[in-house]
Each structure stands twice: as structure tokens, then as C-alpha cells.
């Protein structure tokens, strides 16, 4: 199943992401670049830097000037979160694009790679959310509080996997067809933004 497959590159990545655990380390791709685990490793490095990224945001005693650099560092990474979702939907579009669509066939409410992006992220909140779980220096009521949180996640991830797998499924029996809308954000474009536009 794709989401296990998946899951599991997210896994591996947010382990090699914490054996540093530092948002300034040196990004590697153990995977080939015309992969499709390559495409989804990258994807969730870059989940799992912006997880930190706001971690430190947070920080009450953070410098507002350190701020706002980190502040343009989560902008431009959400920007290569858009990215490589739509890397991915180009890659379900190319596998599927020779499947025979049946006359009745239904749009989804949500592309592939942006239900694989919410996987991503899931898989991040469970990791974190069983660092809490087993935290020693927490109280019981903590760990209890976060075991059952923790179970609701997973429960999440059983469901969220079982929902993508159908809908490739659904994709290559032609059931549904894929149709990808670019985001089109326009803070970041200097002919979009008003703001950039007037500096120009």
C-alpha cells in the first residue's frame, strides 16, 4: 500500500532529522532523484524543520530581529511545502494518466499529495506525541493525558492511510479522476503582493 510506504520514508526521516535535532544541519536525500521516495523524504524534511522553526518562534525571550529571520525562513519553506506537493500530484498525474475514466467517475475533494501532506505531518505529531508519553521527567497525569492523545493520532493515521490507498485505488480502476489546481499563492510574487509590488 502506497501509505505505508510512505509512512515509513516519513518515519526514517524524522529519526535521521533527530539524531542532530537542529534546524541548521545539512540536509541529505538518501533516496535516487527520479524516486518518488526521494520527492516524499524531501517533503517531510521540510515538514519536520518548519515543526522546529515553530517550536523556536514561540520562544517568549526570542529577539524580534531573530524572529523575523525565522519568521521569512517558515515563509520561504512553506513555499517549498507548496512545491513539492504539487511534485507529487505531477508524479500520481503521470502514473495515471493512461487510465480509461469511466463515464460516472467522481473528482476528489483533495488531491493525492495534499492527503500524502497531512500524513506527513501526522507522522510528526505522533513521534513528538510519543517523546510526551514517555517523558521521564513529566508527571503521570502528563503521560496519561498524552498516551490518550497519542491513541487518537494513530486512530487518525489508520484512517487517513486507509482513505489515500482507496482513492489510488479508485484512480487506477478509473472510479475517480485526478484534477490538480496550482495554488497561485500571492504574498510571495512581486507582481501580486502590493506590498512588493510598491518597492519594486
Same mark, same amino acid.
Given at each position: 500500500m502506497f501509505s505505508e510506504f510512505a509512512y515509513t520514508i516519513f518515519e526514517k526521516c524524522i529519526t535521521a532529522y533527530h539524531v542532530k535535532d537542529d534546524v541548521y544541519q545539512t540536509f541529505g536525500? =538518501? *533516496? =535516487?532523484?527520479?524516486?518518488?521516495?526521494?520527492?516524499? *523524504?524531501?517533503?517531510?524534511?521540510?515538514?519536520?524543520?518548519?515543526?522546529? *522553526?515553530?517550536?523556536i518562534i514561540r520562544d517568549p525571550d526570542i529577539d524580534p530581529v531573530s524572529a523575523l529571520g525565522l519568521k521569512r525562513k517558515i515563509? &520561504?519553506?512553506?513555499?517549498?511545502?507548496?512545491d513539492l506537493v504539487e511534485y507529487i500530484d505531477s508524479y500520481f498525474l503521470k502514473k495515471y494518466q493512461s487510465v480509461q475514466i469511466k463515464p460516472n467517475a467522481t473528482i476528489n475533494t483533495e488531491s493525492p499529495a495534499w492527503a500524502i501532506d497531512?500524513?506527513?505531518i501526522l507522522a510528526? +505529531?505522533? *513521534?513528538?506525541?510519543?517523546?510526551? &508519553?514517555?517523558?521521564?521527567? &513529566?508527571? =503521570?497525569?502528563?503521560? &496519561? +493525558?498524552?498516551?490518550? +492523545?497519542?491513541?487518537?493520532?494513530?486512530?487518525?493515521?489508520?484512517?487517513?492511510?486507509?482513505?489515500?490507498d482507496q482513492l489510488l485505488s479508485d484512480f487506477e480502476s478509473g472510479n475517480k479522476f485526478m484534477k490538480v489546481y496550482k495554488q497561485m499563492k500571492m504574498y510571495n510574487d512581486e507582481e501580486l503582493n502590493p506590498i512588493l509590488r510598491g518597492q519594486k
Open positions: 536525500n =538518501p *533516496y =535516487p532523484k527520479e524516486d518518488i521516495a526521494h520527492l516524499l *523524504y524531501r517533503k517531510n524534511w521540510i515538514d519536520t524543520v518548519q515543526w522546529h *522553526y515553530e517550536d515563509d &520561504a519553506s512553506n513555499q517549498d511545502r507548496t497531512r500524513l506527513s510528526l +505529531k505522533i *513521534y513528538h506525541m510519543q517523546e510526551e &508519553a514517555d517523558r521521564k521527567d &513529566a508527571s =503521570p497525569e502528563h503521560n &496519561a +493525558k498524552c498516551k490518550e +492523545k497519542l491513541e487518537v493520532l494513530l486512530e487518525q493515521k489508520r484512517d487517513l492511510s486507509t482513505a489515500i
